[in-house]
């Protein structure tokens, strides 16, 4: 089994920065890529970003510019740095891996950019 933890949402003005965090644990002993999906009431999960295992990153292109995620290969977590906040940029934040061909996701943290 694989836990996926996140931190780090909040609430931040428009223009702000936040940086979430999704710690993997369990049955990880390798990395294999994330991805940072987001979910806006009444609106669809989208992907926002994602990282392989080899650094090779892909951005939706509503964050490109703006989000940078990254990997701490040794601690096992996947980080989203969010500049330049937007109010559509208000979801709930998810992390998702996949390993040992099983599928995981975080519980979700929420960000929330006011006006």
């Known amino acids: 089994q694989v836990q996926l933890v996140e931190s780090g949402g909040g609430l931040v003005q428009s223009g702000g920065s936040l940086r979430v965090s999704c710690a993997a644990s369990?049955?990880?002993?390798?990395?294999?890529?994330m991805t940072w999906y987001r979910q806006a009431p009444g609106k669809q999960r989208e992907l926002v970003a994602s990282i392989t295992s080899g650094g090779s990153t892909n951005y939706a292109d509503s964050v490109k510019g703006r989000f940078t995620i990254s990997k701490d290969n040794a601690g096992n977590t996947a980080y989203l740095q969010m500049n330049s906040l937007k109010p559509e940029d208000t979801a709930v934040y998810y992390c998702?891996?996949?390993?040992?061909?099983?599928?995981?996701w975080g519980q979700g943290t929420q960000v929330t950019v006011s006006s």
């Open positions: 369990g049955s990880i002993f390798r990395f294999n890529g």
């Open positions: 998702y891996t996949k390993f040992n061909r099983r599928d995981y």
